[in-house]
T-cell receptor, first 113, second 113 residues
Framework: DTGVSQDPRHKITKRGQNVTFRCDPISEHNRLYWYRQTLGQGPEFLTYFQNEAQLEKSRLLSDRFSAERPKGSFSTLEIQRTEQGDSAMYLC???????????FGEGSWLTVV | ELKVEQNPLFLSMQEGKNYTIYCNYSTTSDRLYWYRQDPGKSLESLFVLLSNGAVKQEGRLMASLDTKARLSTLHITAAVHDLSATYFCAVDPEGGSARQLTFGSGTQLTVLP
């Protein structure tokens, strides 16, 4: 199966540590998105890449959050100096240019203790 | 700011009954999405509605879109237990960068035997 894959699936970290999540999109998809979902809420858009270009990042939650997609394939989302409020599921999604459907990965659960 | 409101937020229904979930949004929209999410899992794409009057059906689920009223509905026919999940609508605002979805809070559906 060549769906969107995310790693790690679960991460427990101490407050103040840095964490990085990886996303591998569906292979022919040039658009990649990061969303965050907290318990009982719908996903919240964070950032978006078309190929390697990050076209929207104003909705990253703070300057502790950053994302990269260096070769237009996989992407990473880094959270520096984690806080308890960062505990959430981080979802990656991808779509093809002009495609209507956005496919989500299984998500990476982050718990900050 | 785009707002997406779903109702009801919680829905318990008996097997075999029909019900409708409503999704209202506050701005013009290019397209509207419906997703299903099982507990602890990612989002499964159900429907993408692209124009006023669009209607799509898959099994016991039917979605429709009225862009003039800024309203989408997800109708459940003869519910079965397997439909128990949380259902989200999401809006892709007209003219926005591709696929920055704004999600509703979700409708948690429980189908009782």
């Amino acid at each position: 199966d060549t769906g969107v894959s995310q790693d790690p699936r679960h991460k427990i970290t101490k407050r103040g540590q840095n964490v990085t999540f990886r996303c591998d999109p569906i292979s022919e998809h040039n658009r990649l998105y990061w969303y965050r979902q907290t318990l009982g809420q719908g996903p919240e858009f964070l950032t978006y890449f078309q190929n390697e270009a990050q076209l929207e990042k104003s909705r990253l939650l703070s300057d502790r959050f950053s994302a990269e997609r260096p070769k237009g394939s996989f992407s990473t989302l880094e959270i520096q100096r984690t806080e308890q409020g960062d505990s959430a599921m981080y979802l990656c999604a991808s779509s093809s240019h002009g495609g209507n459907t956005i496919y989500f990965g299984e998500g990476s659960w982050l718990t900050v203790v | 700011e785009l707002k997406v409101e779903q109702n009801p937020l919680f829905l318990s229904m008996q097997e075999g009954k029909n019900y409708t979930i409503y999704c209202n949004y506050s701005t013009t929209s290019d397209r509207l999405y419906w997703y299903r999410q099982d507990p602890g899992k990612s989002l499964e794409s159900l429907f993408v509605l692209l124009s006023n009057g669009a209607v799509k059906q898959e099994g016991r689920l039917m979605a429709s879109l009225d862009t003039k009223a800024r309203l989408s509905t997800l109708h459940i026919t003869a519910a079965v237990h397997d439909l128990s999940a949380t259902y989200f609508c999401a809006v892709d605002p007209e003219g926005g960068s591709a696929r920055q979805l704004t999600f509703g809070s979700g409708t948690q559906l429980t189908v009782l035997p």
